[in-house]
Every structure is written in C-alpha cells, then in structure tokens.
C-alpha cells in the first residue's frame, strides 16, 4: 500500500507534467496564431478536432486555451466557441527562446506580486541612498530611451534598488533567485519596445516615474499599484500586434 506521502508525490509529478504538456500546446497553437496559420477573427478548430491535431487530452488542451485567454490572444464566446482577438508581432518568436513564452508570463506573475510588496515597504523604509540608486537607474534608462538603446541593465537595476529599499533581503534574494528568467523577460518586451515608436518606451517610463515618485513621497499603497501595474503592463506588451475589430 503506498502512503500518503509517495501518493503526494506522484500527484505533483504528474500535475508538472500537464503543467509541461500544457506550455507545449499552448506555445505550439500561440505559433500558430503568430505566423498567421489561424488569422485575427477567425474561430479555433473545436476542442476534439485541437486536441487529437495536438496529440493531447481535453484537460490539457484546455489549460493551454486558458492561458491564451488570459494573455487576451484569443476570446470565447458562449456557444460559438474561441476565436482570435489578436495577433502578437512575429518578432516574439525571434526574441524568446523556444519554450520560454509561457515561463516568462509566470515570471511576470511572480515579479508583480514580489516586486508589489518590496515596493510598498521601500515607500516606508528607504534611504537617501536608496533613493539616489533608483534616480540614477531612472537617468540612464532616459538616456537609453534618448538613444535607442535596449536598456536592459539599467531597467534591472532600477528594480533591485526597489528590492534593496525594502530594507528585507529576502525580497532581493527572492529577486535574484530568478534573474536569468527575468532578464529574459525584460530582453523580450525592450526588445518588442525598439520596435515601436518611441513613445512606447516613454510610457514604459512614465511607468517609472510613477513608481518612483510615490515612493520618494512615502505613498506606499500608490507605490505597490503602481509597480504591480507596471509589470501587468509589460506583461500584456508581449502580446501587442493586430486586434480584432469585432
């Protein structure tokens, strides 16, 4: 008789491998979207026709067409079923490594909630020092915006000052603990960004600025918003391209 423990860890080995199996689909039908197998307004095949193209259980296809929902790539509408909303640019699949997309939307997660409550302590407990960190990391993104630069560098090290000002190492660790996924993350959308007009990287540091200032004016809530809001953002700029007008 198996006990409850290798009874647990079967159920987790299991739950990782939908979790895997899921990511797959997911990236495989985004792909398809993103090349424009499956056109903007147009309807998915049904969930028997997906599931049997993909080699995969209803379960685990549905989980994939979830994650889609939530990255507003495609809507379902009662009865009719799911159709495509929007269309990301190509140049996703150019910046992302192959298998990342759904890791860096979970990192996404992740940082909002991290970087939400190290935000809202740093509103509390930073010091001049800290605050003189984040300008300069502030300054230097502006003049990489000003110069069509990447940036990469200078947004990560706005954002651990951030950590850091929360005066709780953990938050910074917790931080650093995923710096390869959230570096990943950051190379995709600044990435995506230079390929826009100018004025999407000035909102991305208005975004700044807004986080910035609240904690300089001791607004912790504000500050929180404004942090979670700026990574929310970022996470749905992954999937900016064209929109379904209906």
Same mark, same amino acid.
């Given at each position: ?17 939908? =979790?895997?199996?899921?990511? +797959?689909?997911? /990236?495989?039908? *985004?792909?398809?979207?993103?090349? $424009?197998? &499956? #056109? ?41 079923? =799911?159709?495509?909303?929007? +269309?990301?640019? /190509?140049?996703? *699949?150019?910046?992302?490594?192959? $298998?990342? &997309? #759904? ?16 935000a809202y302590l740093a509103a509390k ?15 230097e993104l502006d003049r990489c915006v000003?110069n069509n630069e990447l940036g990469v ?11 850091? #000002? ?81």
């Amino acid at each position: 008789m198996k006990s409850s423990q290798e009874k647990s860890h079967r159920s987790e080995k299991q739950a990782f491998k939908d =979790s895997s199996l899921s990511d +797959r689909v997911y /990236e495989r039908l *985004l792909s398809m979207i993103v090349q $424009g197998e &499956i #056109a903007v307004g147009d309807k998915l095949p049904t969930e028997h026709v997906l599931s049997e193209q993909m080699q995969v259980s209803r379960p685990i296809l549905r989980q994939a067409l979830k994650q889609l929902r939530e990255d507003d790539v495609i809507v379902s509408r009662q009865g009719s079923g =799911s159709f495509v909303k929007r +269309r990301p640019d /190509e140049a996703i *699949l150019d910046f992302a490594p192959v $298998g990342s &997309i #759904a890791d860096i939307q979970r990192t996404f997660e992740f940082r909002a909630a991290v970087e939400g409550e190290a935000a809202y302590l740093a509103a509390k407990r930073r010091s001049q020092a800290d605050i003189d960190l984040m300008t300069a990391a502030l300054k230097e993104l502006d003049r990489c915006v000003e110069n069509n630069e990447l940036g990469v560098d200078a947004d990560e090290a706005f954002h651990f000052a951030i950590c850091r #000002a929360s005066d709780n190492q953990y938050f910074a660790s917790a931080r650093t603990s995923m710096n390869a996924n959230i570096l990943t993350g950051m190379n995709l959308t600044r990435n995506l960004s230079l390929m826009k007009p100018k004025t999407r990287l000035e909102l991305v540091q208005q975004e700044h600025r807004e986080i910035i200032e609240a904690i300089i004016e001791g607004d912790a809530p504000a500050a929180r918003d404004a942090m979670r809001r700026h990574i929310d953002n970022a996470r749905q700029r992954v999937f900016d391209g064209e929109v379904s007008s209906s």
